[in-house]
């Protein structure tokens, strides 16, 4: 099964914002984290190493930008979806199953290919099965996709609204009031919660580092659906910008964020703010923040026609699978400095970083403008 499609007839106009958030979102991971810590080393100035933090994950409770990339991609999954919702469960098996078999497709081979990126870099997948870690980013995706998928197709906005709001309330009980076996209720530590106890106990396989709770564990999977819910949501809302306004659209879109962050961290009050654990008030400050740079990508993208400005994301965005996994299989430094190293070894020391930096981003850009040209596209 071949997952690169040339595209070469007319199509229906795709959201440019959103290709365009999306790779924003995949620009810091493909080597953009590193820009603050060579504009310190350029200049000297302490705001740079503030803005450095932000490109690393929280240690645990705590909140990071570089820990809103995740949910965000999961978020802006859910919006893709939003776009073209279709209720398929009136529908007669013969027609319905051929959606049920191109989902349970596109999630099998997410997780596959989740667990290629985890044994990238030359080590291989390991032969012996306990070994192997399965749970993954993209099979976070997945699942996440998966089940919002199952949601779209057979229930109503107003069912998915329930759902989402149960989930986030369920969790809640159940990692605060509901007493670990053997445990304690409340216990958030690594070692102590309940997302250390289900993945001991049903997680096949090995541990992000080993360690006693995998940041893409079983049960942390059940609060990001709501992740692509909530992008399910809002694209729904774009969908209807022709009837209320785009502009009211947006502000729709950054207003809900707002509520969203605030009621987050209101809740981080009870129930702590954490990536690994992917707590409720990770799940509402993630949305909001999502919800509030799409609004603002959708303003200055698809409103005020910035696609011109926004094409270095755009072309990221629309091959983001592909760039995401090459990131584990290919070594993009080496052939930067292949390329351009001799521009890099000539600059003063002070400018080498950061122009090791853009050549390391231009590689890679070049090459995805080069598939954008041809119309190639990889999408799974």
């Not at 009870?270 to 690994?276: A, I, L, T």
């Not at 799409?294 to 990221?316: E, H, M, R, S, T």
Request: overall charge positive; aromatic content about 14%; some cysteine.
């Amino acid at each position: 099964m071949t997952i690169v499609q040339a595209d070469t007839k007319p199509s229906k106009k795709r959201l440019a914002s959103l290709d365009a958030l999306r790779g924003m979102d995949m620009f810091w991971i493909l080597g953009g984290q590193s820009i603050f810590a060579a504009l310190f080393v350029l200049t000297g100035w302490t705001g740079w190493q503030i803005f450095e933090a932000h490109t690393l994950h929280s240690a645990w409770h705590g909140f990071t930008f570089y820990d809103l990339i995740f949910p965000l991609f999961i978020f802006l999954s859910g919006v893709t979806m939003g776009l073209a919702p279709k209720r398929i469960d009136h529908l007669p098996w013969d027609e319905r199953k051929v959606h049920y078999r191109k989902a349970v497709k596109r999630l099998l081979l997410l997780c596959a290919l989740g667990i290629m990126y985890n044994h990238g870099w030359g080590t291989g997948i390991p032969l012996a099965f306990d070994e192997i870690r399965y749970t993954s980013v993209l099979g976070r995706i997945a699942v996440a996709w998966f089940f919002c998928a199952m949601l779209v197709w057979h229930t109503s906005i107003r069912t998915q609204v329930f759902i989402a709001v149960g989930l986030l309330l369920g969790y809640w009980i159940l990692m605060c009031f509901i007493p670990v076996p053997g445990g304690v209720a409340g216990d958030l530590s690594a070692v102590g919660s309940w997302n250390a106890w289900f993945d001991k106990h049903f997680l096949p396989g090995i541990s992000y580092q080993n360690r006693p709770v995998d940041p893409e564990g079983v049960l942390s999977s059940l609060p990001a659906i709501i992740n692509a819910m909530a992008g399910v949501f809002a694209g729904q809302l774009i969908i209807r910008a022709s009837k209320i306004g785009e502009w009211k659209t947006a502000g729709i879109l950054f207003g809900a964020g707002v509520v969203s962050v605030c009621l987050g961290w209101l809740w981080d009050l009870q129930f702590p703010v954490n990536k690994e654990l992917w707590t409720s008030s990770f799940v509402l400050v993630t949305v909001g923040w999502s919800a509030i740079l799409l609004a603002i990508f959708y303003a200055l993208v698809d409103i005020l026609n910035g696609q011109k400005l926004a094409y270095p994301f755009v072309i990221i965005g629309v091959n983001s699978i592909i760039i995401y996994i090459a990131s584990s299989l290919v070594n993009w430094s080496y052939i930067s400095r292949s390329v351009f190293g001799g521009f890099i070894n000539a600059a003063p020391a002070p400018w080498q970083p950061l122009i090791a930096v853009i050549a390391l981003l231009l590689v890679q850009i070049l090459v995805l403008h080069w598939m954008n040209k041809r119309k190639i596209f990889v999408s799974v």
